[in-house]
Structure formats: structure tokens, C-alpha cells
């Protein structure tokens, strides 16, 4: 038995050559098994006595959400395009904000060749083992995403 919501909400504010976009997504899921408590994490099926139950009352339920703020500005003139958004996760599991952001920049050389950079940073998002990992004692640092940057010229 599982229950999703998923919602977002944008709006576009353009002024000039600048487009700004804030927004806010929200997700809920709700994830409830009377009879299963068998999991398989990779290293083989586990047992996990109550560990539904931390969030239910031994209802063998749990319940993930987040939502975020956003913002994304757009900037356009001539060949060039610059593009910087930030976004805050706040999850439930782990019981904290995780923040991401992206810079991205585009250059038309001429109508056939452009150069972009491009430099990110994303969270990985809350899943039903960060429960598991939190109930049994792990460090969840290590939940914090990762950094990455592309360089591509077109021809």
C-alpha cells in the first residue's frame, strides 16, 4: 500500500533581458506493508523487526515528505545566456535542509558552434533507507550530493 502527493508551483517575472522563476514543490509518500518486514538493502534480505513501527506505532508504516523553495534567474543578451538557480530541500528523513544549486553559461559563437559551462551541485533525495540508516546509528553526512561541471563546445 503506498499514497504519493506530489505538487509544484512556479511563476515567470520577466523584466527585460532577465527572467526570474520562484517556486515551491512539496512531495509526500506514505508507504504501509501489514504483512512484509523482509528488505533487501544489497547485501541480502534482511529482517527488520519495529522498523516501521518508530513512525506508526507497530502499524508497519512510514511516511517521507519534503518541500522546497526555489528561485531560477535567466539572463539573455546577445549570443550570450546565463542561467543561476538555488533550490532548499527540507526532508523529514534526514531531519534537515539540503541545499542545490546550478550556474550555467552559453555562448553562440555563430549559427553553427555555441560553448557552455555549466557548474551544479544536486542533493540526493530522501528514500525510505534513510529510516533504516538513521534508526541503526549512521552518520547521514554523507547525504549531501554531489558537485559536477561540464564544458562543451558544439561544432
Known amino acids: 500500500n503506498s499514497h504519493n ?11 527585460g533581458p532577465v527572467s526570474i522563476r ?5 512531495q509526500y509518500a506514505k508507504y504501509k506493508d501489514h504483512k512484509t518486514r523482509y528488505f533487501d538493502f544489497g547485501n541480502g534480505p534482511v529482517e527488520l523487526p519495529g522498523y ?3 513512525y506508526s506505532k507497530g502499524d508497519n508504516e512510514a511516511k517521507l515528505y519534503s518541500w522546497a523553495p ?10 550570450l ?8 530541500d527540507k526532508t ?9 544549486w546550478q550556474l550555467a553559461a552559453s555562448y553562440m559563437i555563430n549559427d553553427a558552434n555555441f560553448a557552455r559551462l555549466v557548474y551544479g551541485r544536486s542533493f540526493r533525495s ?30
Do not use: F
Open 5 to 15: 502527493i506530489t505538487a509544484q508551483a512556479e511563476y515567470d517575472i520577466n523584466a
Open 22 to 26: 520562484p517556486g515551491v514543490s512539496y
Open 52 to 54: 516501521w513501527g518508530s
Open 70 to 79: 526555489s528561485v531560477r534567474l535567466d539572463y539573455k543578451v546577445g549570443g
Open 81 to 88: 545566456r546565463v542561467i543561476a538557480a538555488v533550490r532548499a
Open 92 to 100: 523529514n528523513i534526514p531531519d534537515k535542509w539540503n541545499p542545490s
Open 126 to 155: 530522501a528514500d525510505i533507507t534513510h529510516k533504516r540508516d538513521s534508526d541503526m546509528g549512521a552518520d547521514d553526512s554523507s547525504d549531501e550530493g554531489a558537485c559536477s561541471y561540464s564544458y562543451i563546445i558544439n561544432t
